[in-house]
């Protein structure tokens, strides 16, 4: 096993004091509906309600904010589905520079048109043929840009535990908390936060089955790589853990459960009927995993990571009509 990267729980407060007053501090929800279903107290935490809305926003400012002035400068690149890619190109505009972002063809509509909106340069890239960490390492080099890869990188781990930090603040000591896993920059920087603060919790990620790396890779014990998922959830559509987050994952995360496109659908329409919000697909799969049981029969008092929000209304209207 690798060596893990030097993220603390130190880390992660000092990504919350840069972020203080950048990003919003986002809502906690409960529902009585939802404890009575579950079996358990449950804490909702909305990243949905994010700048960019989605938690990459932490992430992406803390590292972006860290370069130096003459690295900052010269302008940042990153790859991604939608979430980074917006994240990174508002850091970039926040913080005086300029962004080009790879995104693979086939990324939501609404995703490649927010980022451009922020400012940034988009190319696109074939996901089912192409590697995209490749393509964005020579297009950074061809350029002279920093490259601000979406999750393996220590400044952006801790900035994505902040929104854990945030949950822990608010509710006090927790037995569980659920996390949607992509790459696992989200997962790991929550579990620095929470078990530092909490060393008891548990701390459950959530895969979508089509694309089950991570789960695959903590079984094995090493990372393992899938074919590129065919998921609704877009965001969570890795073929292989971060080389940086697994061997956090490796230590801290206690397991990681898979759920399928129809309960990330209902899980997304529970979400809109009862607790009255919006959320995509890959920022639902907290809430399906906890509403599909996979936890079996949780008790105490259990947080979620709603990761986010993004998804247009001819998208969403089409997903809850299936």
Not at 33 to 47: I, P, Q, Y
């Amino acid at each position: 096993m690798s060596a893990a990267p030097s993220v603390s729980l130190s880390d992660v407060r000092d990504a919350a004091a840069r972020l203080a007053g950048v990003a919003h501090r986002t809502p906690v929800l409960t529902s009585r509906t939802l404890d009575a279903l579950v079996g358990a107290e449950v804490f909702v935490k909305c990243e949905n309600f994010q700048r960019v809305g989605a938690f990459k926003f932490r992430g992406a400012y803390n590292a972006v904010s860290r370069l130096p002035a003459d690295r900052l400068a010269r302008g940042v690149a990153a790859y991604s589905s939608g979430n980074h890619a917006q994240a990174t190109a508002l850091a970039a505009r926040e913080l005086g520079t300029t962004a080009v972002i790879l995104m693979p063809e086939d990324a939501p509509r609404a995703k490649r048109e927010a980022t451009a909106a922020y400012g940034a340069e988009v190319v696109t890239y074939d996901r089912y043929g192409q590697d995209r960490a490749a393509l964005a390492s020579a297009l950074a080099a061809e350029r002279g840009l920093t490259l601000i890869p979406p999750y393996d990188h220590p400044d952006v781990i801790a900035g994505q535990g902040t929104a854990a930090l945030e949950l822990c603040e608010e509710t006090g000591e927790l037995d569980a908390l659920i996390v949607p896993v992509g790459g696992g920059g989200l997962i790991a920087g929550s579990a620095v936060a929470t078990k530092a603060l909490h060393p008891g919790v548990r701390v459950v990620g959530v895969e979508p089955e089509a694309g089950d790396d991570t789960r695959r890779s903590l079984a094995r014990g090493e990372r393992v790589a899938v074919p590129v998922p065919r998921t609704i959830a877009d965001g969570q559509a890795v073929a292989i853990p971060g080389e940086l987050t697994f061997p956090l994952n490796q230590r801290l995360v206690d397991a990681v459960e898979l759920v399928d496109d129809d309960e990330i659908v209902a899980a997304m329409r529970f979400a809109f009927e009862r607790l009255k919000i919006v959320l995509e697909p890959s920022g639902a799969t907290g809430l399906a995993a906890l509403l599909a049981g996979r936890l079996g029969s949780p008790t105490g008092r259990i947080g979620v990571i709603a990761s986010g929000g993004n998804v247009d209304g001819a998208r969403f209207a089409e997903l809850l009509g299936r």
